[in-house]
Nanobody, 117 residues
Framework: QVQLVESGGGLVQTGESLRLSCTAS????????MGWYRQAPGKQRELVAVITSGLRINYADSVKGRFTISRDNAKNTVYLQMNSLKPEDTAVYYCNAAMTTIRSEYWGQGTQVTVSS
């Protein structure tokens, strides 16, 4: 049984920073692409950032230059450093692990990020 557990969400003011963490248990995810998604009220879930098993990184245009994704395979953990937060970043943030070649995918339970203006 694989579990992804997110932490680090909270309530901050515009311009402040947060760091989200997602730690996997039950399976070593070094071969998985790891990503962060978010879902705001009334909106569809969207990709925020992804770091592949080969360490290629992609960001949504809306967070480029403000967010940084990284992974520590020794700790089975992926991070999302979020700087210069804006009210429009308010959402539930979900961690995702995916290996499309074997159609294997896992999701975390989500962590709330709220940015007040």
């Amino acid at each position: 049984q694989v579990q992804l557990v997110e932490s680090g969400g909270g309530l901050v003011q515009t311009g402040e920073s947060l760091r989200l963490s997602c730690t996997a248990s039950g399976r070593i995810l070094i071969l998985y692409d790891m990503g962060w998604y978010r879902q705001a009220p009334g909106k569809q879930r969207e990709l925020v950032a992804v770091i592949t098993s080969g360490l290629r990184i992609n960001y949504a245009d809306s967070v480029k230059g403000r967010f940084t994704i990284s992974r520590d395979n020794a700790k089975n953990t992926v991070y999302l450093q979020m700087n210069s937060l804006k009210p429009e970043d308010t959402a539930v943030y979900y961690c995702n692990a995916a290996m499309t070649t074997i159609r294997s995918e896992y999701w975390g339970q989500g962590t709330q990020v709220t940015v007040s203006s």
